[in-house]
């Protein structure tokens, strides 16, 4: 138990779907984030939430929605996907999120998209 | 962004020690070396972090050079549940980045 909770673990969606990825954080943390881990591939920042407000949005398609209703459950709103968006999405917590450089992150353990 | 550099993969026997080396020549004063490992199907895990001086924790060690160009994880005796991708970052205004990190195979 890692204390950040991801589901659905797997999910299978056609292009023309929508669907949403759900994250939720029992560690009292105040930021979250979405990773993107494509294969072979580094993981790749895609959204940060600092209190609820997003401080960080690295230039991702507007097919992908986050939504932060609360400091402990983080979505990722998906609609029209393509098949090179199927990757591991990768959920995260820290305590602060507000630019201290030896922050941890705590990961959960990913949705494996396949979009077909 | 903050680069580091790091073998592609590395092989070690079971219950050695394993050095695991990472270059951050462009690091700046405020940089903190920070490692995370991956083990298959799952999300990465925080290992370590530090700034200037060496740190050890139940994990691992980390020893940082001097000049702060380099540093090197330590797994003092390697089990075969240390198999995983490690990436070392250089956590700079708490951006973590991650690079393509070092494959780690441990042989029974």
């Known amino acids: 138990e890692t204390g950040v909770t991801q589901t659905p673990r797997h999910l299978v969606m056609g292009m023309t779907n929508k669907k949403s990825l759900k994250c939720e954080q029992h560690l009292g943390h105040n930021a979250m984030y979405w990773y993107k881990q494509s294969a072979k591939k580094p993981l790749e920042l895609m959204f940060v939430?600092?209190?609820?407000?997003?401080?960080e949005n690295n230039s991702v398609p507007s097919r992908f929605s986050p939504e932060c209703p609360n400091s402990s459950h983080l979505f990722l709103h998906l609609h029209t996907l393509q098949p090179e968006d199927s990757a591991l999405y990768l959920c995260a917590s820290s305590q602060d999120g507000g630019g201290t450089p030896n922050e941890k992150l705590f990961f959960g353990s990913g949705t494996q998209l396949s979009v077909l | 962004d903050a680069k580091t550099t790091q073998p592609n993969s590395m092989e070690s026997n079971e219950e050695e020690p394993v050095h695991l080396p990472c270059n951050h020549s462009?690091?700046?004063?405020?940089?903190?070396i920070h490692w995370y490992r991956q083990l298959p199907s799952q999300g990465p895990e925080y290992v370590i972090h530090g700034l200037t001086s060496n740190v050890n924790n139940r994990m691992a060690s980390l020893a940082i050079a001097e000049d702060r160009k380099s540093s090197t994880l330590i797994l003092h005796r390697a089990t075969l549940r240390d198999a995983a991708v490690y990436y070392c970052?250089?956590?700079?205004?708490?951006?973590?980045?991650f690079g393509k990190g070092t494959r780690l195979h441990i042989l029974p």
């Open positions: 462009t690091i700046s004063g405020t940089d903190y």
């Open positions: 939430y600092s209190l609820e407000e997003r401080v």
């Open positions: 970052i250089l956590n700079r205004d708490d951006k973590i980045i």
